[in-house]
């Protein structure tokens, strides 16, 4: 059935309108990405650490989350984990819909999170573990200070396309009832019958934010890498005998093979 007739004014109209529930789509992402960092963290490990139970659940429960569209898993955990739990003699349909929301977004960040730790401290080179093992660093001290650093600066492209995209993928959210930007629009879109006006706004948002996020997260990658450029114009300017970050001295006194960190 086509819509009303295009009219300039309702772009205008909607604007305020659907920016009044930003507020829920952000908080939605916010909260994903920081419980999915923690998911991630944590299924990451029994890879790293080669864990042999617990390594086959993590590959799973990634294969799933990885595997499947998250408008699937968005009904499978609000219709189906109420019923799981009820053998339990657990009662949550009184929990709000945004909560089940939350809770798939961030089970599915975390599977991505998990690759994305995984591969980003296997990047590191073993042979600078090994120096910092050499110099009295404990295996959680050379994980922080010389593993971490590295690993965010070498993960952050992926972290930052996962951001935008999960704010991209909020727009489902209005399927079980969530009144975010997305169902906003669909409810204007049902009062007034302007289709490409809300959906026009919509865009123009989702797009504003998005490029917003990416030109943060560059500079902030920048600022992770600014070490790298330094050091690589010392050895241009010196040889090898200019001043080399921490990860330059452990690298050149570590006489070990390449490979994974391997913490």
């Not at 920081?34 to 390594?55: E, H």
Request: net charge positive.
């Amino acid at each position: 059935m086509p819509g009303a007739k295009f009219d300039l004014a309702y772009v205008f109209d909607y604007f305020p309108k659907l920016l009044s529930t930003l507020n829920v789509t952000l908080t939605i992402v916010g909260l994903s990405i920081v419980l999915g960092l923690g998911i991630g963290f944590l299924v990451a490990l029994p890879r790293l650490y080669k864990v042999p139970v617990l390594k086959r659940v993590s590959e799973v429960y990634v294969s799933f989350f990885r595997g499947t569209p998250i408008l699937i898993q968005l009904f499978l955990i609000y219709y189906g984990l109420p019923e799981i739990l009820k053998l339990a003699n657990v009662d949550v349909t009184r929990t709000p819909v945004l909560v089940f929301v939350v809770l798939t977004y961030s089970l599915h960040a975390g599977a991505f999170m998990s690759e994305m730790i995984r591969a980003g401290v296997a990047a590191v080179d073993r042979g600078q573990v090994e120096a910092a093992y050499s110099v009295g660093m404990t295996g959680p001290q050379a994980f922080v200070r010389i593993v971490l650093p590295q690993a965010l600066a070498i993960s952050l492209p992926v972290f930052a396309n996962l951001v935008i995209a999960t704010l991209k993928d909020t727009s489902l959210a209005f399927s079980l009832g969530v009144m975010e930007m997305t169902g906003k629009a669909q409810t204007l879109i049902t009062v007034g019958q302007h289709f490409v006006e809300a959906y026009l706004v919509l865009a123009i948002i989702y797009f504003v934010i998005s490029f917003a996020l990416d030109r943060l997260f560059r500079l902030l990658e920048r600022r992770l890498l600014r070490h790298e450029k330094t050091e690589t114009a010392d050895r241009k300017r010196f040889g090898r005998r200019g001043s080399p970050s921490l990860r330059g001295l452990l690298a050149e006194s570590a006489s070990l093979p390449k490979g994974g960190s391997g913490l």
